[in-house]
């Protein structure tokens, strides 16, 4: 049950995967409980609820954020893109069918945060975005090649427990091999 | 629709590698855990814990917070119901942080001292940290270390003997060619599962129904008939995704809690964990000081094997670390001693963590034959292969099976173990220092009882029904799999359904056990359905079932040692300015009963080896003295290996089906990390020339350790 608007919440619009939402929260509310709280989002993760794990990975305006970090009455005309909203209706995202094929997580608690990580790192990587492992950061140097380093490397602020991180490395790749190929598709 | 009753034979759908069954709904995010199910009317439940290490608790000033908008209740010592923790469960008496708000004594800093339910989470999060609690505060002790007075050895019980000895240690160590002994410590690790502990209880037509994250449901239904006084069939609890256990997931305070606020409110209440309140209310594993001496001939043969461990545990329930043990599995010598002893402190109890006993106990013992070793100049794996007992060094008894040997060649191979010079110190790439190691891995293979109903269904497909749990190991696939090759049919044309405390009981997925105890009486199940289908005739509408309990077949087992084995090897260097060690790669090669999905198997062994990686070099649970509690209990404060700590890590096994199972199962669940860590600090030693024998192996370890390396290195 929501609380009503009144000094300690209001009522606000979010747009979550294309969607709009309008809803009553209470201004502690972060963005991670207005999602399963509050909308029945489920699939984005509670595993510390202080920024520490990454299970509550969200894109925000298509960059990657720690739910739980971030109040719902902040999140507000911003976009946002959940674990739901990545897959095209019954056709998995090709992030999505790696970890699927390759057997990229084990429980599975910690896999809808990994694979909004995944979906921004191949973004950042795409337009040049630099890691603590890339040697050459000339911005004219374009993306290092996207080795199992780099991935290694940006994908750790997402926690696994399990060990699944050689699977979700290898997913990480084959995601971001067919994404090249499907350019050069298009370029072609 | 009927189908005719005859099946065809076996399709080899066992060891063929199968992506999981629910790994749609986990890549989509429509994976429900034990928090996301929605439920009208719930309550929620913010559990407080004490602050104090050991004490009573005087009053619980709730006055105030339920004046707070939307708090509902707040249960503690003074107005909780009674509950009953006088039984023995499935893993002997009950810890008693789980009888919660029974007793106004506080025994360890963080024991649940109140519940606060209010309708949002927000309002039952700041009305528990608004809960004023007065303490009458007594003096504590929570410092453990080797050699403390207050340790002593526990009796023996259904999970070991405390101390075994056969011939005479002193006189054997003192009639040997060459001798180690050496200490070794690990600290208090913690399991942290991705998933907060989580249960949500509510009473639905006069049954007490538990949404929960656990292990197993048949374990936490029957405890919680027992503490509340109930029939066990009017209890139900159900689990269909959890996020990880690794041990901690048995029953805790949050089912308890929850179902006493339930039952108080006649609502539905969900009690969700914090990560912080996990570090003192799920336990975890002891730390554990450890000695080991070692004497052998002159041809590296053992004469003498001493291993004598202590760990701590709480002072109001016993749970041994038996890190001692694993060396009655693994080498045999004509003087054998193994004890574990346990101080109680005022700390939490600790439990089961992931290679309970072997994970701290190969550390101590694989590095001291690694010390062996060097110190006779035999090669490591040579040292191994010379003291393979043929029977159980303690027991007497046959080995089901026992492929070590074969582990450690095919890992030689593979590895390159043959090409490694064993002087240390001697390979540098710039500032890093390089080193392998390696060492051997047991684990206890055991079974436990379950039962199991497969139905033909009039459709041509099949449903398994069992109380399963799938924590991440790839069990609902595993026994879609295991039912399909003995039914001979396509894994497609199975379902499972499992998770269900209703749908009987079975074992819980713990100790490498489940698929092993799940997949035994699955094929017994399906024995008798094949049987029954084999009679002829049309399948009726509802089905032909077929049921089974193993309990009987498990009991008629042979005695004999059975285990699980592996070979670690591991590669790391060390950054000599730095401190900081990087482990390069791992190959682990198991022999673990029959593999039934290659694809889970693999994941799940690697994990344990990446468990292994993390106890070398990052867990370590701090405890501040002067609080009793920890010093940043979080996963920034505690750090477990992250993706970049991880290189390429792979792992592998031989052939090596149980003879004695019916589906040929061991288990792989903990195997991988068992030894794992030894590698890893022998390697650092090839690296160095330094041993190290304190985990974790940090940086400031390292540097003040400093290196032996020889001053004229070959090249330099």
Not at chain 2, 442 to 464: I, Q, R
Not at chain 2, 535 to 560: C, F, H, M, V
């Amino acid at each position: 049950m929501a609380p009503a608007p009144s000094p300690t919440s209001s009522v606000i619009t979010l747009t979550i995967n294309g969607e709009k939402h309008t809803l009553p929260v209470d201004h502690r509310t972060t963005l991670l409980d207005a999602l399963r709280d509050h909308l029945d989002l489920t699939g984005t993760k509670k595993g510390c609820d202080q920024g520490q794990c990454g299970a509550c990975t969200v894109l925000l305006d298509g960059r990657r954020a720690v739910s739980c970090l971030q109040l719902a009455v902040a999140a507000e005309g911003r976009e946002v893109t959940t674990i739901e909203g990545v897959a095209d209706g019954d056709r998995l995202h090709p992030v999505q069918q790696a970890f699927l094929d390759l057997d990229g997580y084990q429980c599975g608690y910690c896999t809808p945060g990994q694979i909004c990580s995944a979906l921004a790192v191949l973004e950042e990587h795409a337009e040049g975005w630099p890691s603590a492992v890339t040697t050459d950061v000339r911005p004219e140097a374009g993306p290092a090649p996207l080795t199992p380093e780099e991935i290694r490397e940006r994908m750790s602020g997402n926690l696994c427990r399990c060990g699944a991180y050689v699977s979700i490395v290898q997913a990480v790749a084959r995601a971001a091999e067919a994404r090249t190929d499907r350019n050069e598709e298009v370029v072609a | 629709m009927t189908t005719t009753t005859g099946i065809p034979a076996a399709t080899g759908a066992l060891g063929t590698a199968r992506t999981r069954v629910e790994g749609r709904d986990k890549v989509t995010g429509a994976a429900r855990y034990a928090g996301d199910i929605p439920l009208p009317e719930l309550a929620h439940g913010w559990l407080v814990l004490s602050t104090v290490a050991r004490g009573r608790v005087r009053s619980v000033e709730s006055d105030a917070v339920l004046a707070m908008p939307g708090v509902l209740a707040v249960l503690h010592h003074q107005n909780a119901p009674r509950i009953n923790l006088d039984y023995v469960g499935m893993v002997g008496r009950p810890d008693p942080v789980i009888g919660v708000f029974q007793q106004d004594r506080v025994p360890f800093r963080g024991w649940p001292v109140a519940l606060v339910v209010a309708e949002r989470p927000e309002q039952a999060r700041e009305a528990a940290e608004q809960l004023v609690v007065h303490y009458d505060q007594e003096p504590h002790d929570v410092t453990f270390y080797a050699g403390h007075p207050g340790a002593y050895t526990p009796e023996d019980s259904p999970f070991g003997r405390a101390e075994e000895t056969k011939g005479d240690v002193e006189a054997e160590l003192a009639a040997s060619a060459f001798v180690v002994d050496a200490e070794y410590t690990t600290p208090e690790e913690h399991h942290n599962p991705m998933e907060p502990h989580a249960a949500t209880a509510h009473w639905d037509d006069g049954r007490l129904e538990v949404l929960d994250s656990n292990q197993g449901s048949t374990w936490v239904a029957t405890e919680l008939a027992q503490i509340f006084s109930l029939d066990p069939g009017s209890v139900r609890v159900r689990s269909e995704h959890v996020g990880g256990g690794f041990g901690s997931k048995g029953v805790r305070p949050t089912q308890v809690a929850a179902a006493m606020a339930a039952t108080v409110l006649q609502r539905p209440v969900r009690v969700v964990m914090t990560r912080r309140q996990m570090f003192s209310a799920i336990g975890y594993r002891s730390p554990t000081a450890q000695r080991v001496r070692l004497g052998a001939d002159a041809s590296g043969k053992l004469r003498a094997l001493d291993h004598r461990s202590e760990c701590l545990t709480s002072t109001v329930h016993e749970f041994i670390e038996r890190s001692a043990s694993v060396g009655r599995v693994l080498y045999d010598a004509p003087a054998h001693h193994t004890s574990d002893r346990v101080v109680r402190l005022d700390v939490p109890t600790p439990t089961f963590m992931r290679g309970p006993g072997e994970a701290p106990g190969s550390f101590a013992l694989e590095c001291a034959l690694d010390e062996l070793a060097e110190k006779s100049g035999i090669d490591p794996i040579e040292l191994r292969v010379r003291n393979e007992p043929d029977r159980g060094p303690i027991s007497g008894l046959p080995f089901s099976s026992r492929n070590l040997v074969a582990c450690m060649e095919e890992g030689s191979r593979r590895f390159g173990w043959a090409d490694r010079d064993p002087r240390p110190g001697l390979r540098r790439e710039g500032r890093w220092l390089l080193g392998t190691g390696m060492a051997a891995a047991s684990f206890h293979s055991g079974v436990g009882p379950s039962t199991a109903a497969v139905t033909a269904e009039a459709n041509g497909t099949f449903t398994v029904r069992i109380n399963a749990a799938d924590i991440g190991t790839g069990a609902r696939t595993a026994i879609a799999l295991v039912a399909a090759d003995a039914l001979g049919v396509d894994p497609e044309r199975v379902r499972v359904v499992m998770a269900d405390s209703d749908l009987g009981p079975a074992m819980f997925a713990g100790g490498s056990m489940g698929t092993r105890s799940w997949a035994w009486a699955v094929s017994m199940a399906v024995g008798e359905l094949r049987e029954r289908l084999a009679l002829g005739g049309d399948i009726p509408p509802e089905g032909i079932t077929a049921r089974s309990d193993t309990s009987e077949a498990i009991g008629a087992l042979a005695q004999k040692e059975r285990h699980s084995f592996g070979a670690q090897f591991a590669e790391v260097a060390v950054d000599v300015t730095s401190g900081e060690v990087r482990v390069r790669r791992m190959l682990g090669i198991f022999a673990a009963g029959r593999i039934v999905n290659p694809l889970t198997a693999r994941n799940q062994l690697v994990g344990g080896m990446i468990w292994g990686i993390s106890m070398a070099l990052h867990e370590e649970a701090i405890r501040d003295r002067a609080s009793g509690g920890h010093v940043g209990p979080d996963l920034a404060g505690y750090h477990f290996a992250a993706n970049a700590d991880v290189p390429l890590v792979e792992a592998d096994w031989v052939d090596d089906p149980d003879p004695d199972d019916p589906v040929g199962i061991k288990g792989v669940g903990e195997v991988g990390i068992v030894g794992a860590a030894a590698a890893i600090a022998n390697a650092v030693w090839h690296a160095t020339g330094v041993r190290h024998r304190h985990l974790p192996i940090r940086p400031d370890r390292v540097l003040s350790a400093g290196t032996n390396v020889p001053e004229h290195r070959p090249g330099a």
